[in-house]
């Protein structure tokens, strides 16, 4: 009887338990840099153009968890006839850790026009940026992945005409729909 009694137990509980997978371990450091385009509106005056502008985007960061990496991200996004620099604050993560996986991205900071070219008459001034993102990433070894992601950047900028010994002073909201390829590593 004991015997039959340890047999039941054993089929019991082995079929309860399951083998544990070893996780990779996480690499700590976290990089990407992404290319891509900043789609949207651009009105003058009456007229609604749709532009395309080039945006690189570079990250650098400490990986805390699969989820959550904290670093700074900066970069160049062209906005008509004005070049901005972002320098931001950016959290990064990744939803699975599988070879394929979605992925998403904040990016909250300022960006500065300090790279723009000025005319005598004319100053530029960057503003806050904001940048959230999705996407996936597909790992292609060696620590290394390719990743595509859509997201909407707004950015604040200010710009300052002079004209004899009037002012023009206008402040510029950009919204638009980013789409970047990037590598990271």
Known sequence: ?????????F????????AQTVEQPVKRYMGTVELGYLYGNNK?????????????????????????AVGATTGF?????????????????????TRISPIYSIDAGYG?????????????????????ALG?????????????ATGYKTQEAETSTFWGSSMTDQKITYK????QLGFMF
Request: overall charge positive.
């Open 136 to 148: 996936f990433r597909v790992r292609s070894g060696n620590g290394t992945a390719y990743t595509f």
């Open 44 to 68: 003058q005056g009456d007229l609604d153009n749709f532009v395309a502008a080039p945006s690189v985007e570079i990250f650098n960061g400490v990986r805390l968890h699969r989820l959550l």
């Open 11 to 18: 089929l019991f509980t082995s079929g309860m338990t399951m």
């Open 112 to 132: 500065s026009a300090f790279l723009s070219h000025e005319s005598d008459n004319e100053k530029k001034k960057g503003g806050w940026m904001f940048n959230p």
């Open 77 to 97: 996004d062209f906005y008509n006839n004005l070049l901005i620099t972002p320098f931001a604050l950016g959290i990064r993560g990744e939803v699975f850790n």
């Open 1 to 9: 009887m004991k015997f039959l009694y340890l047999i039941n137990l």
């Open 176 to 179: 638009r729909v980013s789409v």
